[in-house]
């Protein structure tokens, strides 16, 4: 028998809209909104307990990252169309639409990412920073090192474009019991 993706947290059960897609071993707990299409892979935890988590839809959280909240303080809300790479932590912040999160990147309590920015991999983005639409953040503490080029914003969509494509190929849409393919209610 396979572990439940989607747990409970006190009562409460994460909601996913259509075409959500949960991989083996990842888990949604609690007080978490997934919009349509979006996807959370392998090993991955988007842990709703202590206050709640949106992620927008075509949002995808890629293998082993954590999303969190701060108790009391801080909850989480992604926006649409972002990639969160693969081991990246992302705890009691927002982040706008059209962002890339880089592997092993670090986005910490009340940072407020606008929209159309990258956050480099290994990046350290420090409590209550303020990254300006169209940035690229790069290093540890996190700063600002220019804007982003054209191409560079379009390449934001084609990333979150590709992993609706492979949430799909991987197993299609989790139902609201974490099986897999069906459609959520």
């Known amino acids: 028998m396979t572990a439940p993706r989607l747990l409970d947290f006190e009562g409460t059960f994460p909601r996913l809209d259509s075409g959500v897609f949960v991989a083996a071993g ?18 991955a935890v988007v842990r709703g307990d202590v206050c709640p988590i949106t992620i927008g839809e075509r949002t995808n959280i890629q293998d082993l990252s954590m999303v969190h909240v701060t108790s009391g303080q801080f909850p ?3 926006g649409d169309d972002v990639t969160v790479g693969h081991r990246a932590i992302v705890h009691g912040c927002t982040i706008g639409n059209r962002v890339l ?8 309590d009340g940072a407020v990412i606008e929209d159309e920015c990258i956050i480099a991999a290994g990046a350290l983005v420090t409590p209550g920073t303020h990254v300006p639409a169209g940035s690229m953040v790069m290093g540890a503490p996190g ?18 474009a590709h992993y609706v494509q492979m949430a ?8 609201q019991m974490g ?5 959520t209610p």
């Not at 999160?101 to 910490?108: E, P, S």
């Not at 799909?168 to 139902?175: Q, S």
């Not at 099986?179 to 459609?183: E, K, L, R, V, Y």
């Open 143 to 160: 700063k600002v090192v220019r804007a982003l080029s054209p191409a560079e914003r379009a390449d934001l969509l084609r990333s979150a």
């Open 101 to 108: 999160v880089g592997m092993g990147a670090i986005v910490l």
């Open 26 to 43: 990842a888990k949604v707990i609690g007080e978490v909104q997934v919009g349509a299409d979006s996807s959370v892979w392998y090993n």
């Open 168 to 175: 799909r190929r991987h197993g299609g849409p989790t139902t």
């Open 179 to 183: 099986g897999i393919g069906a459609s």
């Open 76 to 78: 989480t809300v992604i």
